[in-house]
């Protein structure tokens, strides 16, 4: 008799089912309510008196093996979604929810029929899943997240999470410029204000750019090579985080130096090694000026 069979195994082979499933294929997932929000905090983490977790944009100690800090606590290790500690989440999970910037991807959440028409008549097709009143565009690459771009449109990737709601449908393309534009209106500004100069440069770096540079030719190049073999062992999702960790590296060695040391022509040849490896092109382009920034000192 169906009735009979004990509530555990029932969730096994539903929503945690689901999400076991999903996790097994790269995709960092965690329980949300029936009202789609995702569930409360646990006693200890109430209120983040526990610091939130180290991933969070404010990060924290917090080791919590409960499903708490929403996104943040969203993983694809199976261990931790079947353990006890996820059990009763699982029970009251409404729907298996996402974080779309840890699978490398960026949502585009249009809410209504209205969303949707401007999206068929702006945006690049790519994956699309249907929602209760509209539909997710599923684009490949991260970026942030921000709730209400334009009427009932929000942007769901980095720190972010979305439900869970089939495999969908269409190939998925690269995360378009006219979505990056969406939020970062602001953002590009400044970053071009800052060394966002790389989109003037262009080919190699070679001695001849680097005029003011107190280093030898095959030190700038050993570094540089090291760097550009980094991106390529880092295909896709890691590829982005590589070339801002290289362009950061990279940069770091010229804090001393007067200047110029070609370092535009550098962040070009990071960017392509990285577009190589599937990194979309405006993703690359700004983890190398973030990560060269960060060492300049530009605020982006
Ligand atoms: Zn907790
Ligand atoms: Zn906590
Ligand atoms: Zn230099």
Redesign the pocket.
Known sequence: MTHAIPIQREDRTGRLGLALHLAAGGLPVLPLRVGKGPLG??P??AH?V????PNMKSP?P?L?PRP??AWAAATTDPHVLAAPAWATAWRHAGVVGYHPGGAGVTVVDLDDGDAVDWARATLPPTRTVTTNRGEHWIYSGTMRSVNHVRDGVDIKSTMSYARWLGPGVGAIAVLPPVVLMLVDREESTRGRAGVDSFSLASGRWDRSVATGCRHTERYVLTGLNRGLARIKDHPNKGAGTAAYGVARFLAGQHTQCPGPCGLEAMGEQIIAEAVAVNVPEPYARRAVTNGMGAVLGATT
């Open positions: 905090n646990c200890d983490c983040n526990c610091g939130g977790r924290g917090c919590c708490c800090h």
